[in-house]
């Protein structure tokens, strides 16, 4: 009896092995081609804004930073 549990279980796995598998094919899809659309009204203009204080020239302001960067390093003798 053990012999015959034994001989169906592996020629059921031996079966199952030699099916054959479906092979997937992935179609890619169609490209997708903008088509533009007639041209609208034209849009209002709108005001460009205010331009702000000016400052007086060659003196910063109050919250301004200055930045003083150092001269780059000589080159070694060789």
Same mark, same amino acid.
């Given at each position: 009896?053990?012999?015959s549990i034994m001989l169906s279980t592996v020629f059921a796995a031996l079966s199952l092995s030699a099916c054959d598998k479906p092979t997937v ?6 490209? %997708? !081609?903008? &088509?533009?659309? *007639?041209?609208? #009204? ?22 301004? %930073? !200055?930045? &003083?960067?150092? *001269?780059?390093? #000589?080159?070694?003798?060789?």
């Amino acid at each position: 009896m053990k012999y015959s549990i034994m001989l169906s279980t592996v020629f059921a796995a031996l079966s199952l092995s030699a099916c054959d598998k479906p092979t997937v094919v992935n179609v890619p899809a169609p490209a %997708t !081609v903008a &088509v533009p659309g *007639p041209a609208g #009204p034209q849009g209002a203009t709108g005001s460009q804004g205010n331009d702000g204080v000016k400052g007086d020239p060659g003196k910063p302001g109050d919250t301004t %930073t !200055v930045i &003083v960067t150092p *001269p780059p390093a #000589p080159e070694p003798r060789k």
